[in-house]
Nanobody, 126 residues
């Protein structure tokens, strides 16, 4: 069992930056990749990106255009989502997720994940 807790959300203005954190506990191991997703009201959940265990590889959603960056600190069992140049359309609940897999590639954009956090709200105002 893996427990994930997101933090760092809040209300910001357009153009601001924000860093979300996802703290993992429980049976964390090198077999888990960590992903970030978001869901806006009335919309489907959207894949943002995923990072491998070592932090050496990432796969991002196609629409991000370099505004978001995922990193991880395994000493702290924490994954981060750095978001820059935020826009009102980035308003959503942001989730982190863990997946047990030996594969790492673009198929993780649509793959099912094993564990999810409770989410953290990000609201971007004009």
């Amino acid at each position: 069992q893996v427990r994930l807790v997101e933090s760092g959300g809040g209300l910001v203005q357009a153009g601001d930056s924000l860093r979300l954190s996802c703290a993992a506990s429980g049976r964390t191991s090198s077999e888990y990749v960590m992903g970030w997703f978001r869901q806006a009201p009335g919309k489907d959940r959207e894949f943002l990106g995923v990072i491998n265990w070592s932090g050496s590889s990432t796969v991002y959603g196609e629409f991000l255009a370099g505004r978001f960056t995922i990193s991880r600190d395994n000493a702290k069992n924490t994954v981060y989502l750095q978001m820059n140049s935020l826009k009102p359309e980035d308003t959503a609940v942001y989730y982190c997720a863990a997946k047990s897999t030996t594969y790492f590639g673009i198929a993780l954009r649509a793959a099912p994940y094993d564990y999810w956090g409770q989410g953290t709200q990000v609201t971007v105002s004009l």
